[in-house]
T-cell receptor, first 114, second 112 residues
Framework: NAGVMQNPRHLVRRRGQEARLRCSPMKGHSHVYWYRQLPEEGLKFMVYLQKENIIDESGMPKERFSAEFPKEGPSILRIQQVVRGDSAAYFC????????????FGPGTRLTVT | DAKTTQPPSMDCAEGRAANLPCNHSTISGNEYVYWYRQIHSQGPQYIIHGLKNNETNEMASLIITEDRKSSTLILPHATLRDTAVYYCIVRPNNNAGNMLTFGGGTRLMVKP
């Protein structure tokens, strides 16, 4: 059973460009979570999605950030008009249900904005 | 905000047991204690979780005090590969508790 997959692993964008981060959950998992880890800081929750639905986006910045988890295909975290402060590691996690099940994390995407 | 308190760092000799403490004095009756670890530059890894009984799996043991206000994660025979940041997290067992709230964690250094 393959684990959570994220791509790309490393992404470099210039200021003002768009960044698209992809997450494929573990087989059989229908719940996806995105977390961000700024340099030398802990992980912060961003958004929780089920197929075709955003359940909780309380940790998402109000502007430039969006997320989706379509019926088919991976979950996408999209950052428009990136700024240097967006440079961070973005981790995706998945779980088979949204209550007491543990979350399994992917290897992360390291975004660098130049 | 994180609802747990952990020492920022600990050292452990290779082959010895690593005992990582966590205080969660405001824990509610429906909240579980979860432990994750993050090895440098990797995604967090689930270790173990429990409600009130002690738990053991192939990775570690979790000892929760009777009043549930604190717990200890035990790695019985630490190896160099156990060097990581260990996060203790309390999380409700209901639909509102889907996110994980990470605090500062404990940076465990296993030394030869």
């Amino acid at each position: 059973n393959a684990g959570v997959m994220q791509n790309p692993r490393h992404l470099v964008r210039r200021r003002g460009q768009e960044a698209r981060l992809r997450c494929s959950p573990m087989k059989g998992h229908s719940h996806v979570y995105w977390y961000r880890q700024l340099p030398e800081e802990g992980l912060k929750f961003m958004v929780y999605l089920q197929k075709e639905n955003i359940i909780d986006e309380s940790g998402m910045p109000k502007e430039r950030f969006s997320a989706e988890f379509p019926k088919e295909g991976p979950s996408i975290l999209r950052i428009q008009q990136v700024v240097r402060g967006d440079s961070a590691a973005y981790f995706c996690a998945s779980s088979p249900a949204g209550t007491s099940y543990e979350q399994y994390f992917g290897p992360g995407t390291r975004l660098t904005v130049t | 905000d994180a609802k747990t308190t952990q020492p920022p760092s600990m050292d452990c000799a290779e082959g010895r047991a690593a005992n990582l403490p966590c205080n969660h004095s405001t824990i509610s009756g429906n909240e579980y204690v979860y432990w994750y670890r993050q090895i440098h530059s990797q995604g967090p890894q689930y270790i173990i979780h429990g409600l009130k009984n002690n738990e053991t799996n192939e990775m570690a043991s979790l000892i929760i005090t009777e009043d549930r206000k604190s717990s200890t994660l035990i790695l019985p025979h630490a190896t160099l590969r156990d060097t990581a940041v260990y996060y203790c997290i309390v999380r409700p067992n209901n639909n509102a508790g889907n996110m994980l709230t990470f605090g500062g964690g404990t940076r465990l250094m296993v030394k030869p």
